[in-house]
């Protein structure tokens, strides 16, 4: 890990280092970049502990350790130390413990108490299986927490007794649930996460719930005798896969109640500072591929709840109160750039902080994150397009960065420039926004090569934030464009909605005046345009390649090829049918085909690669076999690349991330016209 923030920021100033040349990014940076996540400031507001992610070169890993900083910047310091992954530091209410995780001992993950007096730390488990969501009780001598609690699973299939010294193959593996394998995950064991509760004394957890279903994270009541959680106990959860509950759970009796009942999510359940209120987050499911979340309160008794941002048109998340019960603050995306906003209990929606995000090392998608102490300070994961996140505090009137964890390798790294565009859809003039990325050292007079890059979901957002894989691209002399087409989140639910049962579709209008948006300013070489995308954006750049031939060169990561195999083979079978199709595939076989890159494929004379993790669950890899035999059995050139061990997240561990850039970088250059 790179200890560089032990020194003052002020020797940076004192030494000439950035009068050194300068050079571009070299792959093997990613190596060195580091981000912040995870800020916890202090009840009273005088400290910020967060996570600081680092990565180890030679054994391929990502890593984290935990720091602490005064508000003012002041005594910024590790707590933790060593090549492990500490992390989830939640600090006690009076301030003076912290929980945090850590598999520094055995590589076994570990709930550990810390008192910040001493900085002594003790274990406080050592399960077999590590904590999930932990809080504190309100008295501080209890913790509760969620934990993957393992059930056996019978199989029909009885084997005869093989004879003594026989060596036969392992047993087959029987399944007869819908949801049997996950990303991420592999093949799902039997059981499900349970809440516990424990002592800070240690000792053993204690189990509260035993039902055959998961539960979420639980937060305390003010009095400490009941715990709040969201969960899905329909019978039919499997099918209904976005009908989820917010519930009480009785820490005497272990009974369970309900609090809400609607068909629709509802959960992240958060008490009042009087413990009169719940807030908590969800809609009434219209059974829309997208559908805004929306924040509520009622009483604890589930009695009088009431919408309070009907009228505010973006997802609400990470919802906290106020200390005088008056409002809430939250985050929430708009426009590609996430905020922290305050709202009333009347439904008066302030936008306080701006600036947050940095957590998507790869790509540039909007993620960030805050708390709020009592006394309204602000720490957050503070990111723009020339970093990753740092950490940002704020109070209600100014905030300041604090930390600047990629300094050392930016002195000596020349970063590309990125510009935000709007630009008309062909389609329909609706207002689409992107990001243009000039390579360093550009000169706007020249010609440059031209990728464009599409994000997944689709019901995600990029933003204006820092992206290891578009400066690669740049520095490789690449003019990168970003977009936000539509389908995209963070501009509202009309327009999240333009692609409900129609995706892929005029997303490519989209996306292709937005190339042309960016021609138009003169310096993009139009005899080299090339395309690549992941998730979604690899089936929107399948589909692109099979109706347009403009693109010298394309790469299509993890996608989605043939809707019908997809929606029968990936993790969440259920939702993909009902909310992304509405019709099961032989209930409507040709849409299903009409809106498949599958399709297109006769078309397709673009130079194409597949690229696709090994144990991808969610787009798998059978997607990519698919449509590279097709190109083949076309006779178009193509290529496909397995990453060994990933899942639908390729960058599970550095190298990969490294190899899917280099991968798409040797097929564009391969095909690229030198002059």
């Given at each position: 890990?790179k ?19 300068k ?10 970049m ?5 800020p ?7 400290k910020?502990i ?21 508000y003012?910047g002041?005594?910024n ?20 413990k ?8 055995d590589?076994k ?7 910040m ?7 406080l488990t ?36 093989k ?6 193959n ?7 649930k819908?949801?049997y ?16 509760t ?10 509260l719930?035993?039902t ?10 003010k009095?400490?005798?009941t715990?709040?959680f969201?969960a ?8 209904e ?10 820490i ?5 109640s309900p ?6 999510p509802?959960g992240?359940p ?7 209120m719940i ?6 499911d ?48 708009t426009?590609?750039a ?12 302030t ?17 960030g ?8 300070r ?12 740092d ?13 600047f ?20 859809s ?14 360093p050292?550009f ?11 599409i ?8 933003g204006?934030?820092?992206s ?15 977009s ?9 639910a ?5 692609i ?5 579709n005029?997303?490519y ?19 080299n345009?090339f395309?690549t ?8 750049t ?19 090829i043939?809707w019908?195999?997809f929606v029968l ?10 909310y ?5 595939p ?7 085909f ?26 798998p890899?059978a997607?990519?076999e ?17 990453i ?7 960058a ?14 040797a097929?564009f ?7």
């Amino acid at each position: 890990m790179k200890i560089k923030l032990l020194l003052p920021i002020l020797l940076f100033v004192s030494i000439p280092l950035f009068s050194q040349n300068k050079s571009t990014l070299e792959l093997t940076d990613i190596f060195d970049m580091e981000f912040v996540s995870d800020p916890q400031i202090s009840p009273d507001g005088s400290k910020i502990i967060y996570v600081r992610n680092f990565k180890d070169i030679m054994t391929d890993k990502n890593l984290s350790n935990l720091w602490i900083v005064n508000y003012d910047g002041s005594q910024n310091r590790p707590l933790t130390t060593g090549n492990q992954n500490d992390d989830y530091p939640r600090w006690s209410h009076d301030g003076k413990k912290i929980i945090f995780k850590s598999n520094k001992s055995d590589d076994k993950m570990k709930l550990y108490l810390m008192w910040m007096d001493t900085k002594e730390i003790a274990p406080l488990t050592n399960t077999p299986k590590a904590p999930g969501a932990v809080s504190w009780s309100n008295d501080d001598r209890y913790l509760a927490f969620t934990m993957f609690v393992p059930e056996a699973e019978e199989s029909i299939v009885k084997l005869p007794a093989k004879p003594e010294g026989a060596k036969w193959n392992t047993p087959p593996t029987y399944i007869d649930k819908l949801n049997y394998r996950g990303d991420g995950q592999g093949y799902i064991k039997g059981g499900h996460d349970q809440i516990f509760t424990l002592s800070i004394d240690g000792g053993t957890p204690k189990q509260l719930t035993t039902t055959t279903f998961d539960h979420g994270a639980p937060v305390w009541s003010k009095n400490d005798q009941t715990l709040y959680f969201s969960a899905n106990f329909n019978p039919d959860e499997a099918f209904e896969p976005a009908n989820s509950e917010v519930y009480t759970l009785n820490i005497a009796t272990a009974e369970v109640s309900p609090l809400t009942t609607r068909y629709g999510p509802d959960g992240s359940p958060a008490v009042s500072p009087d413990g009169k209120m719940i807030a908590y987050t969800g809609n009434d499911d219209r059974l829309q591929g997208y559908q805004i979340t929306e924040l509520y309160v009622m009483n604890t008794d589930g009695s009088n709840s009431k919408l309070l941002s009907g009228n505010f048109d973006r997802d609400i998340a990470n919802a906290q109160w106020s200390n005088d019960g008056k409002g809430l603050y939250f985050q929430y995306d708009t426009e590609g750039a996430t905020k922290i906003g305050h709202i009333t209990l009347d439904g008066k929606v302030t936008t306080l902080v701006e600036g947050l995000g940095g957590l998507s090392l790869g790509r540039p998608y909007n993620a960030g994150d805050f708390t709020v102490s009592k006394n309204s300070r602000f720490a957050y994961t503070l990111g723009n397009t020339q970093h990753p996140s740092d950490l940002g505090v704020a109070d209600k009137k100014v905030s300041k960065r604090l930390t600047f964890v990629n300094d050392d390798l930016f002195s000596f790294r020349d970063l590309g420039k990125t510009e935000e565009i709007w630009w008309k859809s062909s389609y329909d003039q609706k207002d689409i926004q992107g990001w243009v990325v000039t390579p360093p050292n550009f000169d706007p007079s020249k010609k440059y090569p031209f990728i464009l890059e599409i994000h997944g979901g689709p019901f995600t957002s990029y933003g204006s934030v820092y992206s290891a894989e578009i400066q690669a691209y740049a520095a490789a002399g690449y003019v990168v464009l970003y977009s936000n087409p539509r389908g995209s989140t963070s501009y509202g639910a009309e327009f999240g909605n333009l692609i409900h049962h129609d995706y892929p579709n005029h997303d490519y209008d989209d996306l292709m005046s937005g190339v042309d948006a960016v021609i138009e300013k003169g310096y993009v070489d139009t005899n080299n345009l090339f395309v690549t995308g992941g998730s979604g954006g690899g089936v929107l750049t399948a589909w692109i390649v099979g109706k347009t031939d403009r693109f010298k060169a394309a790469v299509v990561a993890k996608p989605v090829i043939n809707w019908t195999s997809f929606v029968l083979y990936a993790d969440g079978a259920a939702f993909f049918s009902k909310y992304w199709f509405g019709k099961k595939p032989w209930e409507d076989p040709e849409n299903y085909f009409r809106r498949s890159p599958l399709s297109y494929v006769g078309n397709v004379t673009t130079p194409t690669m597949l690229l696709t993790g090994e144990e991808d669950y969610r787009t798998p890899i059978a997607e990519s076999e698919q449509f590279y035999t097709a190109l083949k059995l076309e006779g178009v050139e193509t290529a496909m690349v397995r990453i060994p061990g990933a899942g639908h997240g390729i960058a599970n561990r550095p190298s990969n991330l490294v190899a899917k850039i280099a991968s798409v970088l040797a097929w564009f250059e391969k095909y690229k016209d030198v002059k």
